[in-house]
């Protein structure tokens, strides 16, 4: 898997939990002191050893702390970087969940190895989405993190809901109640200076 | 059918033609600004409608475009210009001709987009849905990104390769040089053409501290050794453990034999005071050979180190404890 995607989950283990916390789980896990690079991929037995061994140090379920990993993402202040440019995906919340189809191929324009599961978004009745991703296992719950964070952002009531897995096909429910419930954070084209 | 297909003419109203071109313009025959996109109308600052074309406008490129009959000339062209308000954020227009000699001008922000998005404060809704303006500034945050992760990445690795070409000319025991960084730096003087002095010391009665008091005494000696070579050479000189007792010193524009023999003298009396080690004496002195660059019309490593070998033994059989000068 992209170092990206470990880099995430290490961050959010050292910034919650604690660098203690993070250096215990990367001995269990077999990883080095220094930890997952970025910019290097590493093997995806890797990443479930280092999942496994948070998911005993913290007692919590893995479905859980990938969701939290997928809030932490776009909540935090590591993660404002992606929140912004997620936010490129749309004015508003239902602009942003027609983009996520496009997010694989966002992301291959940032980095061509990245390797974002496929996702589809369908709209069964109004205001109400189901989001599938089709090919990296836990991907779901990270995006029930991350829907939840955005629909923040945007100001945006939802209800989210793992509807299950069906090998690594998964499939999240987004019931849109409200799209301008409260004042979203605003969203400057050009960041910083 | 004879004759070219049919194009159809159609109107559209200023709103729906903002929308699709929010940075549009439409000139009268006289070349007067009649109507004016939203975006465009937000970065004017002041009002266009109604003035001349070319009073508000700097036509770059193609140049010698001053009316308006040059420019239904340039119809279908890439024009470079800008607002004479704004003259550094460049923009990029296309004029087609309207109906009744009038002119439709559509802009967009050239390679300056960042610049006029963040000074106008410009937002997705000032683009056209179907313009890529705003992948764009995505594409340059992500860039940025992307390439900020990869510069991190260099930098550390640059600081591990350092850490690895230190230990890797390191000896580990005394934190003097290794034989590796002494060769390297031999032939780095020699093309260089630095004049350099070079010695060879060698450890007398060592094997006995080694045999009798055991290998930790011998290494607290060579321990003990390196901190007396350390100080009585200068910052730039190379001080390197080449063997189990063999050092060799490389002294860069030292060539002076009687200084030489002054360093040796000091280095010899200070391993020849007694060196306690748990309450034992460690008793062992050091004998030396030198040689200097300058004794030679092109000087060669191997040449170098042997003929220091050669002082130094003559050192040996002259009863250990001194310093002898290679003499061709």
């Known amino acids: 898997m992209h170092g990206l995607m470990n880099r995430a989950i290490q961050g959010f283990l050292r910034d919650v939990y604690g660098p203690d916390l993070w250096s215990g789980v990367a001995r269990t896990a077999g990883l080095g002191p220094d930890g997952f690079e970025a910019m290097l991929h590493y093997d995806d037995a890797l990443t479930d050893a280092v999942l496994r061994a948070a998911t005993a140090a913290l007692g919590r379920a893995r479905e859980t702390i990938l969701e939290d990993i997928g809030t932490w993402l776009v909540s935090s202040q590591a993660g404002q970087p992606l929140r912004r440019l997620l936010r490129f995906g749309g004015v508003s919340f239902t602009d942003f969940l027609y983009s996520l189809e496009d997010l694989p191929g966002r992301g291959r324009l940032a980095l061509p190895d990245l390797g974002l599961p496929a996702l589809e978004l369908q709209e069964p009745q109004a205001g109400v989405y189901d989001l599938t991703s089709r090919g990296l296992p836990g991907f779901g719950h990270v995006m029930v993190g991350v829907l939840r964070g955005m629909a923040d952002d945007y100001g945006a009531l939802v209800l989210l809901d793992h509807a299950g897995a069906d090998g690594a096909t998964e499939t999240v429910r987004i019931q849109l109640l409200a799209a301008d419930f409260a004042e979203g954070r605003r969203f400057e084209l050009v960041g910083g200076g | 059918m004879d004759g070219p297909p049919l194009t159809p003419e159609f109107r559209i109203g200023a709103a729906a033609l903002g929308r699709v071109m929010p940075m549009h313009l439409c000139l009268d025959p006289a070349g007067r600004i009649s109507a004016v996109g939203p975006t465009l109308a937000k970065i004017a600052q002041t009002r266009l409608e109604g003035q001349a074309f070319f009073d508000s406008f700097l036509l770059r490129r193609p140049t010698g475009v001053a009316n308006m009959a040059d420019l239904r000339r340039r119809a279908g062209q890439q024009l470079h210009l800008a607002l004479r308000a704004a003259p550094t954020n460049g923009l990029r227009g296309l004029a087609l001709p309207l109906a009744e000699e009038g002119m439709l001008i559509n802009l967009s922000f050239g390679i300056d987009l960042p610049d006029a998005v963040r000074h106008h404060r410009l937002s997705d809704a000032d683009f056209s849905p179907t313009d890529l303006a705003v992948e764009l500034l995505y594409l340059l945050e992500v860039k940025a990104l992307v390439m900020g992760e990869l510069?991190?990445?260099?930098?550390?690795?640059?600081?591990a390769k350092s850490v690895a070409e230190e230990q890797a000319q390191t000896d580990t025991l005394t934190g003097l040089r290794n034989r590796r960084a002494m060769d390297v730096h031999l032939s780095h003087l020699i093309l260089t053409g630095t004049?350099?002095?070079?010695?060879?010391?060698?450890?007398?009665?060592?094997?006995?501290?080694?045999?009798?008091?055991?290998?930790?005494?011998?290494?607290?000696?060579?321990?003990?050794?390196a901190d007396v070579l350390r100080g009585e050479t200068r910052q730039g000189d190379t001080v390197a453990r080449v063997g189990g007792d063999e050092f060799v010193i490389l002294l860069p524009g030292l060539v002076d034999c009687g200084r030489l023999h002054g360093i040796a003298a000091r280095i010899i009396t200070r391993l020849g005071q007694p060196i306690v080690f748990e309450g034992q004496t460690c008793a062992v002195s050091a004998s030396i050979g030198m040689t200097v660059s300058t004794a030679y019309d092109g000087p060669r490593p191997d040449r170098m180190l042997s003929d220091a070998d050669q002082a130094l033994y003559a050192s040996k059989h002259a009863g250990r404890g001194r310093a002898t000068t290679f003499c061709p």
């Not at chain 2, 510069?151 to 600081?159: C, E, K, S, T």
Request: glycine share 10%.
């Open chain 2, 151 to 159: 510069a991190d990445l260099n930098r550390r690795l640059q600081g």
């Open chain 2, 195 to 225: 004049p350099f002095g070079l010695m060879h010391l060698d450890l007398d009665y060592f094997k006995q501290v080694n045999d009798t008091l055991g290998h930790a005494a011998g290494d607290h000696v060579l321990t003990h050794v």
